[in-house]
């Protein structure tokens, strides 16, 4: 349970920054929280995963596609930072 619990702090860490740029800018929209949404069901599912019969190749697939969704809301935020910058 330890490591899991370290492994909240990590990545999903970028996940909580990214989402106080989110509210803070303004950005919120329905992509946004499914994307959201998405994110903590799979960081859920790592958990559960982790916490139970830990199997690496079901847990790696689960952290995989919930990076990917980090990636895609942190693109997405930069993007729309970018082009709200320039107006």
């Given at each position: 349970?330890?490591?899991n619990l370290q492994n909240l702090f990590e990545?999903?860490?970028l996940f909580y920054i990214a989402i106080l740029f989110v509210i803070n800018?303004?950005?919120?929209d329905e992509i946004y929280i499914w994307l959201s949404?998405?994110?903590v069901l799979l960081r859920y599912?790592?958990?559960v995963i982790?916490?139970?019969y830990n199997k690496v190749t079901h847990r790696f697939s689960i952290f995989a596609c919930s990076n990917f969704i980090l990636i895609s809301i942190w693109l997405r935020v930069?993007?729309?930072l970018i082009?709200?910058?320039n107006t």
């Open positions: 349970t330890t490591h990545f999903p860490l800018y303004g950005l919120v949404w998405g994110y599912l790592h958990s982790h916490l139970s930069l993007g729309q082009m709200y910058g």
